[in-house]
């Protein structure tokens, strides 16, 4: 290891930008715990439980080495299982993303195989350019597409003076955040790798890696908590996005695609979300 005073500072600097990268990861996770027990491990035994697992808790085991010094063989390595663990976790957060979208479409055929061909494209950038550029442009680019369209689908809407706790809501709140999130933490990481050369290059890697997994979990523990408070007749078994869901003012109950006023006898169309596990 080098004896140069920069280096060496820069190296303390990393490795404290990690800690508490790690802390907060880890703070987030216990005073959520409760929810996390609640809303994820007492539903339904689904795929979307497994993957919240992996993002939420895969950066609290991958930031586990934080300090540990290693040989050049042995960094090159290092390096190149940082590079797998931020690829597998931003693919893992972007499918969280996509499947949102998907269900604010209703299911839509189209808008998923657009929206896959986007994503196929993406990747295949991220693995055919430099690893660093290709990461971000995918979600500078497919988080972008994502984010407009979950706006669209607020704006057609918006007429109905939605509440505030309404899912939709949920939905482009949660979408906001997270996008400006995560844009600006993997930004800031890939400045950092292209204009630094000491070890403070990765001052943002576990940030990154932390900043991923608290956007993607609370996407997911977010949903499921509206899902058990503000909507009680969902079935706790199955906590399903439903076609019954009404997304207008009119009632907070489950609905079929039409309704008819009550007053007025007139027949009335509701914007729903399709059935889909979360």
């Excluded at 140069?4 to 990268?21: E, K, L, T």
């Excluded at 715990?33 to 697992?53: P, S």
């Excluded at 299911?107 to 550029?133: A, G, P, S």
Aim: glycine share 4%; proline share 3%.
């Amino acid at each position: 290891m080098s004896t140069n005073p920069i280096f060496v500072a820069a190296a303390r600097d990393d490795s404290y930008a990690g800690v508490a990268a790690l802390t907060f990861l880890t703070w987030d996770v216990l005073i959520h715990l409760a929810d996390e027990v609640k809303y994820i491990w007492h539903g339904r035994n689904g795929w979307m439980k497994w993957i919240y697992l992996f993002i939420r808790h895969m950066p609290i085991f991958a930031q586990g080495s934080t300090g540990v010094h290693f040989n050049s063989t042995g960094c090159r390595d290092w390096i190149i299982y940082q590079a797998a663990v931020m690829e597998a976790i931003t693919l893992a957060v972007e499918i969280v993303l996509i499947i949102r979208v998907y269900a604010l479409y209703n299911r839509n055929k189209l808008v998923l195989t657009i929206i896959l061909l986007l994503f196929v494209m993406e990747v295949t950038t991220m693995r055919c350019t430099d690893y660093i550029y290709g990461l971000l442009a995918m979600l500078s680019g497919l988080e972008t597409i994502l984010f407009v369209l979950t706006l669209i689908k607020f704006f057609q809407v918006a007429h109905r003076r939605i509440g505030e706790q309404t899912l939709l809501n949920t939905f482009v709140r949660d979408g906001t955040w997270a996008f400006a999130i995560i844009f600006l933490i993997m930004l800031l990481n890939t400045l950092m790798y292209q204009l630094s050369h000491t070890p403070l290059a990765g001052i943002c890697y576990f940030w990154a890696l932390s900043v991923m997994s608290f956007a993607g979990s609370h996407a997911l523990l977010n949903l499921r908590r509206h899902c058990w408070e503000s909507e009680p007749w969902f079935s706790t078994q199955t906590m399903m996005f439903t076609t019954d869901y009404e997304l207008s003012e009119h009632s907070t109950q489950p609905t079929a695609d039409k309704r008819t006023n009550s007053t007025t006898g007139e027949e009335m169309e509701v914007d729903a979300v399709p059935q889909l596990p979360i």
